[in-house]
């Protein structure tokens, strides 16, 4: 039998910071979903993502739609949003907080715009003149 101890302390199968971001994102819509009772301006605000920078002094949060009402929303709730993170989750430093749309979000609905605007020329081609997308 060998003297070495096997060492099984290598690369995490899953690494701190994702599940640091996954926890922010859980905690972050937990309460923006609270605070939507009380403040009709956060009512369709969907947290999609958190990205933490590897210091943890600041988390971006990115939301499926940020209008102007709801970015003031949050704006005037983030220390309160900073404070329920930091009685939740047990960390060195309490990051701090950036809203943003998530850009995965809008690629989407550009991607959706226009397959919409295909499938509506192929709708609306006249019968004499076949699209180039249909069979034949």
């Given amino acids: 039998m060998s003297g070495r101890r096997q060492d099984n302390r290598g690369a ?7 599940r640091v971001n996954q926890v922010l994102r859980q905690v972050l819509a937990e309460e923006i979903e609270r605070l939507a009772d009380a403040d009709e301006r956060l009512r369709l605000v969907t947290v999609t993502a958190v990205d933490t920078a590897p210091d943890l002094r600041h988390a971006s949060v990115y939301l499926s739609s940020l209008s102007e009402d709801a970015a003031d929303a949050l704006a005037e ?6 404070r329920t993170l930091g009685r939740q989750i047990r960390m060195k430093r309490t990051p701090q907080l950036d809203f943003a749309v998530d850009p995965a979000v809008v690629a989407g609905s550009k991607v959706e715009d226009v397959l919409r605007r295909i499938r509506d020329k192929e709708d609306g081609s006249p019968e004499g003149d076949p699209s180039p997308y249909s069979e034949r």
Wanted: a positive charge; hydrophobic letters at 30%.
């Fill in 12 to 18: 995490a199968p899953y690494p701190r910071s994702l």
């Fill in 77 to 82: 709730r983030r220390a309160q949003l900073q």
